[in-house]
């Protein structure tokens, strides 16, 4: 890519978190500035319809990351920022959720800080919190966990390489962005270093979307049972003992209740 170019006015870059899939969940902030941006650069995790709110003659640039293949390489994306910016105009950088968790969005505004383009960062609902409240699954309660951790389950070289001593540790929720793939690994490790194997542990599959699945089992069971389900990314897993209020506490899709019929007499 050539090297960005200078224009009298420079841009402003904003850094926005789409949040984790249902249209709604997006701020008044981010729909706002979607709506205005001249250039929106997205990637594949953002919700759907969220394009539509950008305007018809803006730039939409798509720079989709899957795990194993990265469509645009992120120095590359970076410097696209940079040069979107130097041509003058107003760009919303989306991220699927919030755009500080396990997002790179430090990385990209890095960049922008060293070429000294202005930028914001809008917030968005992360996928834990999408998820575990559409699950119906508290990621903190009183008689089950004080401590909630997030923490990505990514393979390097097929090892999941975490400290699980502190993630096994009982009255706290873990939630692992990233960890369809090393699923087995994670629950073998959490039971090796001290949780017992019938630790509820449950996987939000494509959570607050219409297409929402979630599956409750517990450490020795679940990998086995996501395998089955086919349940593939995104999706994160959830371990602690929170996980057993969602028999009670799931709400959604809402339920429709009929109304009594009347009878007329
Ligand atoms: N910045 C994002 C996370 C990006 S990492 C956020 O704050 O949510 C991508 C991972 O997030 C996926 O591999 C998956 O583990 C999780 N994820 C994102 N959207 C999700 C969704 N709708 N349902 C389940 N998991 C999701």
Not at 39 to 44: I, L, R
Not at 53 to 78: C, F, M, W
Request: glycine share 10%.
């Amino acid at each position: 890519m050539s090297q960005p170019q200078h224009s009298s006015r420079t841009g402003t870059v904003y850094l926005v978190g789409s949040g984790p899939g249902a249209l709604d969940l997006l701020t008044l902030r981010a729909a706002r500035l979607i709506g205005e941006a001249d250039a929106v650069v997205y990637d594949h995790l953002i919700a759907e319809g969220v394009l539509d709110l950008v305007r018809a003659d803006a730039q939409k640039i798509y720079v989709g990351k899957e795990s194993s293949k990265h469509t645009v390489p992120q120095e590359e994306l970076n410097l696209l920022l940079v040069r979107l910016a130097r041509e003058g105009k107003n760009v919303v950088r989306l991220k699927g959720g919030d755009p500080f968790i396990f997002g790179r969005g430090g990385e990209e505004i890095e960049t922008l800080f060293e070429f000294g383009i202005p930028f914001e960062v809008v917030p968005g609902v992360t996928a834990a919190a999408g998820c575990a409240a559409y699950a119906g699954i508290p990621l903190t309660h009183r008689d089950h966990a004080q401590v909630v951790v997030f923490v990505t389950g990514h393979l390097r070289d097929g090892t999941v390489n975490l400290d699980w001593p502190a993630l096994a540790r009982p009255n706290q929720t873990v939630v692992f962005y990233m960890g369809i793939g090393g699923i087995g690994e994670i629950c073998r490790q959490m039971i090796a270093h001290g949780l017992p194997a019938t630790q509820p542990a449950a996987v939000v599959q494509n959570g607050t979307s219409n297409r929402q699945q979630v599956l409750v089992a517990d450490l020795d069971t679940l990998a086995g049972r996501v395998k089955e389900a086919g349940i593939s990314s995104p999706a994160l897993i959830i371990v602690g003992k929170v996980v057993s209020l969602q028999k009670k506490l799931a709400w959604f899709p809402p339920k429709v209740f009929l109304a009594e019929p009347v009878c007329h007499d």
